[in-house]
């Protein structure tokens, strides 16, 4: 189903006007408010709507494309994923709101996966290293599906803590799924990737560059489900020619950061599941790095890493598995050595030092 250049081309510029524009009015009018405390990265009050002006935006674009199309096929798939979007919007605006309890957000995730796997149906198959396409059984399929749009939804959004990174890194990496969806031969998927990375790109001027206005829960949220959905959607419409590896490897970067930490606080005997200022990219910051120069590397991991999905997809199915093993040993080395400049400047502790530190408190 090919997606006609001009229409395309009216729905981008759309995408871009209004992002931007509402991106410069959200940062001015206030809104709900970020307000610092002892785990931010910024020091002032700063609004948090930019995924009302994202989604807001690439909504308007996929309008403009299923209307315009003249296909019925593509009107209905852009309408169901429009629909799933808002939903995961409107539950991290909420969170924005009112500060969701987490059992409560997480009830909210798996709603959106779920209602995905319904309207687009389970991840079919996947690649098994050394053995090829495995072909997915309802349940497992299912299962998968659930399992990966909850978790990238939690890492997206764990990684929306640095001016630029969660925008700069969506904008590389959906472009680039946008170019290797296109020629895998979903041109509709390619649409709807290059238009949220249109969305994300118009945002960033008032996120990266001038600080005045952040992503939020709502935003993090819609932008982790469609990214994740992308992956799922791209191994289903191609008939297995894009591996489901593709989009994990591609923001690798960002999955690697958050596994690491819940790892390294695994072992350092810290609860997981308290907030906290250990993520790779909140170490940089904290020693020093400023946010766009983190957001610099972050965007250009992605690139790298989208590189390498490339390659990846040129290789033999049994044999994809090498490229995110190859990726993880070097994001190791370079993780490594952070932590260690961390460990030395007082950053983190170890894992005798936190028991110490719980032993020396009194009892209630």
């Known amino acids: 189903m090919l997606i006609e250049p001009f229409i395309l081309a009216v729905a981008a510029a759309l995408v871009v006007c209004v992002s931007y524009c509402a991106s410069l009015f959200a940062a001015r009018s206030g ?14 009050a700063t609004p948090r709507s930019g995924g009302l002006a994202i989604i807001g935006a690439w909504v308007a674009g996929i309008f403009v494309v299923g209307v ?24 991290g605006y909420a969170d924005d709101r009112i500060e969701l309890v987490p059992v409560w957000k997480f009830v909210g995730q798996i709603a959106v996966a779920t209602l995905f796997v319904i309207f687009f149906g389970p991840l079919q198959t996947l690649p098994i290293p050394y053995i090829g396409v495995m072909e997915l059984t309802p349940l497992l399929g299912v299962a998968l599906s659930i399992f990966w749009i ?19 890194t969506a904008t590389i990496g959906l472009a ?13 998927l390619g649409a709807a990737a290059l238009l949220l990375a249109l969305g994300t790109a118009g945002f960033l001027p008032e996120n990266l560059r001038r600080g005045r206005l952040f992503m939020g829960d709502n935003g993090s949220q819609a932008v982790g489900f469609l990214i994740a959905a992308f992956a799922i959607l791209g191994a289903n419409w191609t008939g297995s020619r894009l591996s489901m590896l593709f989009v994990p490897v591609i923001f690798s970067p960002l999955i690697f950061d958050v596994a690491w930490t819940l790892v390294s606080r695994s072992i ?7 907030a906290h200022r250990e993520h790779l990219y909140q170490l940089l910051l904290r020693s020093g790095v400023s946010h766009g120069n983190v957001a610099v590397l972050y965007m ?19 044999l994809h598995w090498l490229v995110p ?19 030395a400047t007082g950053l983190l502790v170890g894992a005798d030092a936190v028991s110490a530190k719980q032993n020396a408190q009194p009892a209630e």
């Open 325 to 343: 093993a190859s990726i993880a040993i070097c994001f190791s080395i370079a993780a490594t050595l952070i932590y260690k400049r961390a460990y």
């Open 300 to 318: 250009s991991m992605v690139s790298l890493a989208s590189a390498s999905a490339i390659l990846m997809l040129a290789l033999p199915i049994s």
């Open 268 to 274: 350092r005997k810290q609860n997981i599941l308290k």
């Open 68 to 91: 315009f199309s003249e296909s019925a096929v593509i009107a209905k798939d852009l309408s169901k994923l429009g629909i799933i979007a808002m939903v995961a919007l409107g539950i």
């Open 176 to 188: 680039w799924i946008s170019v290797i969806t296109s020629f895998a031969g979903s041109p509709l």
């Open 31 to 44: 809104g709900v408010l970020d307000h610092p405390n002892d785990r931010s990265s910024h020091s002032v």
């Open 150 to 168: 909850v978790a990238f939804m939690n890492i997206y959004n764990f990684m929306d803590g640095a001016n630029g990174l969660a925008g700069g």
